[in-house]
């Protein structure tokens, strides 16, 4: 009978002390972050999506009210409710009317910016950026004070146009918009043409091409994915939009209490009905989860190529 070699235990080497200390120093780096997070993001959005599935019943017409488990009823509520889909329609609308414009100013604005014929780069750049730095409210009510015929120091224009009417208010908002958020996208823009490699630039200028050539051929090719990433940010702004019509809506009777989804939430939650509004914003997270991902997935093959 042959006897069996001994078999052999292949130990792994130990990690290096200094692998564990950069282990241990990157999650003590991150934990901050990932606390915030959880507790400011996640934990926020579990507790809406828990709350959309209960629902408010009394006993009696004046009985006290408490919370039931209502499953899905609050969804069916929010895929009824035509004001609901009115004010994404709306904001479909919005969309068409501002953010064509409000990006083509970007990257017009970027690419002079970009240009050697432009002097005062610093100037513009900052004169441009400025209105970002205005509250969203306090734009508004600037605007609509220049819009109102009573406070507008061009009364010869909000006499002649009724800017806060139900047929240009939706235009009205989307200057006020524009005139805060171009200046934010153009600068998104501006640093990607500053990632451009000067020596591409050099080559077409030995080449002969202009500025105009340059800008068409070369500098809009490489932005696009920036382009991408404004297209993203706006999608996901003009459904979140508030503010604007907000205060709009105290200077003007053609913005109701329903004119954009958040304001449908907002208005829900002051009756109060906290789990239908829930509801509208679990249904309108996932509305904007879905045409951020759609325009991603359309896009992409053009801007990441």
Known sequence: MT?????????????????????RAAIGFLAPFLAAFTLFYLVPIGYAVYQSFFKVERQGTFGVAHDVWGGFSQYGEVFSDSEFWHSLTNVAQFFLISVPLQLGLALVFALLLDSPVLRAHRFFRLALFAPYAVPGVIAALMWGFLF????????????????LGPDLVMFSIA?????VYTGYNMLIIYSALKAIPSEVIEAATVDGAGQLRIAWSIKIPHVTPALV?????SIIGTLQLFNEPQIFRTISSAVSSTYTPNMVVYSTSSIPNYHLAAAYSVVLALITCAL??????????????
Do not use: E, M, Y
């Open 3 to 23: 006897a069996l070699p001994p078999t052999t235990t292949v130990v792994p080497p130990a990690a290096p002390s200094g692998a564990r200390r950069h282990r």
């Open 148 to 163: 109102s015929p009573g406070t507008t120091p061009i009364p010869s224009i909000a006499d002649r146009f009724d800017l």
């Open 175 to 179: 200057s006020v918009v524009n005139w």
């Open 229 to 233: 990433l404004t297209g993203v940010f």
């Open 292 to 305: 951020s991902f759609t325009f991603l997935k359309v896009t992409q093959r053009r801007a990441f190529q």
